[in-house]
């Protein structure tokens, strides 16, 4: 009984992690060296998927690609978070493409999308990434030399907060995580101001994009302006760590 509620755990748990995952460890307990078995049946259902998300209206944003659109963390291709439909993947490619115009050398880097399959299947911890229109977009850095192509002070892009002054309150329950802890831990650089403000200037003329989420704070330092940039609300995760976008 308790193996099999084990079992249970680790399918809600991958299946939750990365939509495709449950599947995988399902298969692989029909096998003695199910570690293994599950490992290749994961990488081969991730594989097939690149195929199939067409079918469900999503297309894989490309993982090997450096630019001026890239992943910004393999992890995030590894957990089937790249997904978008065909429409976000041209405003995101059409994005990096004008950024590296405006400022040659520019690397545009994307964190979690979407899952392949499914919507409304939540990409946890987001509130609303379930549908293949809503993308997350990391923020251009620099240090005491200049703009860092494709850094970030975070491993994994989010949790790397830019400080300033806010209304919310502390109030539970909510996804708005200070991390303070986490703080002292990341890379020392600073916002680049001028690529920050025009992939905002960018992103909010695009007549596709019907929504930018952005701390306040971090709008007025940069300037940026336009009806779609708005805030996300104190019960959702922060949002000067990245940019977060969606379609009209």
């Not at 290749?40 to 297309?59: D, E, K, M, N």
């Amino acid at each position: 009984m308790l193996r099999s509620l084990l079992h249970i755990g680790v399918i809600v748990f991958l299946t939750l992690l990365t939509q495709i995952g449950g599947i995988a460890w399902l298969m692989a307990l029909a096998f003695r060296k199910t570690l293994l078995a599950f490992v290749l049946f994961y990488v081969g259902l991730s594989v097939a998927a690149v195929w199939i998300a067409p079918g469900f209206g999503r297309v894989a944003l490309s993982c090997v690609e450096r630019g001026p659109l890239a992943a910004q963390s393999w992890i995030s291709c590894a957990l089937n978070r790249n997904y978008v439909t065909p429409e976000l993947a041209d405003v995101l490619s059409d994005t990096a493409e004008e950024m590296d115009r405006r400022h040659p050398g520019t690397i545009t880097l994307f964190l979690d999308a979407n899952f392949p399959f499914f919507d409304g299947f939540p990409l946890l911890p987001h509130l609303s990434h379930d549908d293949g229109e809503k993308a997350d977009l990391a923020f251009y850095y620099a240090d005491p030399s200049g703009y860092r192509p494709g850094a970030v002070r975070s491993p994994i892009g989010y949790f790397a907060f830019e400080q300033g002054p806010t209304d919310c309150p502390s109030a539970w329950p909510t996804l708005r995580w200070d991390f303070t802890a986490l703080q002292p831990l990341w890379r020392d650089y600073r916002l680049e101001p001028d690529r920050n403000r025009a992939v905002l200037d960018v992103l909010s003329k695009d007549p596709r994009v019907g929504r930018i989420f952005v701390e306040p704070h971090l709008a007025e330092s940069l300037g940026a302006t336009g009806d779609v940039i708005g805030f996300q609300g104190c019960r959702a995760a922060r949002h000067d760590d990245h940019i977060h976008l969606q379609l009209r």
